[in-house]
């Protein structure tokens, strides 16, 4: 395995040298997060000129790693065509979690970049209170129809499952959009094409409301060995899916908090030295 500081030296090098191919190249070879840290590394016009020359369909996930002040600092000197590529290609959540950072104006701005559809769903997602089971979901998910012969349903994740958090469970939703059921990849694969997804979804299904709170969303998703929870709203309509991902984020962010809360670097809700 190649020392990360060294790749790290080599990529200053062929920026510097103005070799511009060979930084591409050696920059699409890191993952997201390697890459978000070179990026974090930069003075912050090279930074910019950097974060240009990634793929278009790999900026926008770098992008979602990088500290909240850097991604500040790179939407302040994007052009309006370059930060509405971004957000389009951002997880929807990913997004709602920058921009609930943000300052007003720069939010604002944003909004004002995205296409309609992008919007209304941000939007959507911004309105539900902190720490619910809304707030941490994402509407990238699969969804089939029973009516679908297995066939179908495969030819449909082909077409669809490239932009979504996972591919790995499907989830059954009639007209109305409420769910009826899952399905797993794996029982896709192994049934015959002909098969209607009606026969061999799963109707038993384990799900949270848009208002539980995100703690027994995770706990769920613990307990069951889950990669993913079916999120729906008060008339059992699907709305999302909250990932084991987004669980593992849930969890870094409560441990933080408590452990903030115990050195009394945040407020509680008790004087500190009546707090437990």
């Given at each position: 395995?190649?020392?990360?500081?060294?790749?790290?030296?080599?990529?200053?090098?062929?920026?510097?040298?103005?070799?511009?191919?060979?930084?591409?190249?050696?920059?699409?070879?890191?993952?997201?997060?390697?890459?978000?840290?070179?990026?974090?590394?930069l003075p912050a016009e090279l930074m910019l000129s950097a974060f240009r020359m990634l793929?278009?369909?790999?900026?926008?996930?770098?992008?979602?790693?990088?500290?909240?002040?850097?991604?500040?600092?790179?939407?302040?000197?994007?052009?309006?065509?370059?930060?509405?590529?971004?957000?389009?290609?951002?997880?929807?959540?990913?997004?709602?979690?920058?921009?609930?950072?943000?300052?007003?104006?720069?939010?604002?701005?944003?909004?004002?970049?995205?296409?309609?559809?992008?919007?209304?769903?941000?939007?959507?997602?911004?309105s539900y209170p902190e720490d619910s089971a809304g707030s941490v979901m994402t509407a990238?998910?699969?969804?089939?129809?029973?009516?679908?012969?297995?066939?179908?349903?495969?030819?449909?994740?082909?077409?669809?499952?490239?932009?979504?958090?996972?591919?790995?469970?499907?989830?059954?939703?009639?007209?109305?959009?409420?769910?009826?059921?899952?399905?797993?990849?794996?029982?896709?694969?192994?049934?015959?094409?002909?098969?209607?997804?009606?026969?061999?979804?799963?109707?038993?299904?384990?799900?949270?409301?848009?208002?539980?709170?995100?703690?027994?969303?995770?706990?769920?998703?613990?307990?069951?060995?889950?990669?993913?929870?079916?999120?729906?709203?008060?008339?059992?309509?699907?709305?999302?899916?909250?990932?084991?991902?987004?669980?593992?984020?849930?969890?870094?962010?409560?441990?933080?908090?408590?452990?903030?809360?115990?050195?009394?670097?945040?407020?509680?809700?008790?004087?500190?030295?009546?707090?437990?």
């Amino acid at each position: 395995m190649e020392n990360r500081d060294e790749i790290f030296e080599e990529l200053n090098s062929l920026l510097l040298d103005k070799k511009y191919a060979d930084f591409m190249r050696r920059i699409d070879e890191l993952n997201d997060i390697d890459a978000a840290e070179y990026l974090e590394s930069l003075p912050a016009e090279l930074m910019l000129s950097a974060f240009r020359m990634l793929k278009k369909d790999a900026a926008a996930g770098i992008f979602s790693f990088m500290e909240l002040d850097l991604q500040e600092s790179l939407i302040n000197r994007m052009s309006d065509s370059e930060l509405s590529m971004i957000i389009e290609d951002l997880f929807v959540d990913d997004a709602v979690d920058i921009l609930e950072e943000l300052p007003a104006m720069m939010v604002k701005r944003i909004l004002k970049l995205s296409r309609p559809e992008t919007r209304d769903l941000i939007n959507k997602f911004l309105s539900y209170p902190e720490d619910s089971a809304g707030s941490v979901m994402t509407a990238e998910y699969i969804d089939l129809h029973k009516g679908m012969t297995v066939s179908q349903a495969i030819d449909n994740i082909r077409k669809k499952g490239f932009d979504k958090e996972t591919v790995y469970v499907a989830y059954v939703t009639n007209e109305s959009r409420v769910l009826e059921g899952i399905v797993s990849l794996k029982d896709l694969i192994f049934a015959k094409p002909d098969e209607l997804i009606g026969d061999i979804m799963e109707t038993e299904i384990l799900c949270a409301n848009t208002l539980d709170h995100q703690e027994e969303v995770v706990a769920m998703i613990q307990k069951y060995d889950m990669l993913a929870l079916p999120i729906v709203d008060k008339e059992n309509r699907l709305v999302g899916i909250v990932t084991v991902d987004d669980a593992l984020d849930v969890i870094e962010e409560e441990a933080t908090e408590d452990i903030e809360k115990m050195a009394a670097i945040v407020p509680g809700d008790k004087p500190y030295m009546r707090a437990g």
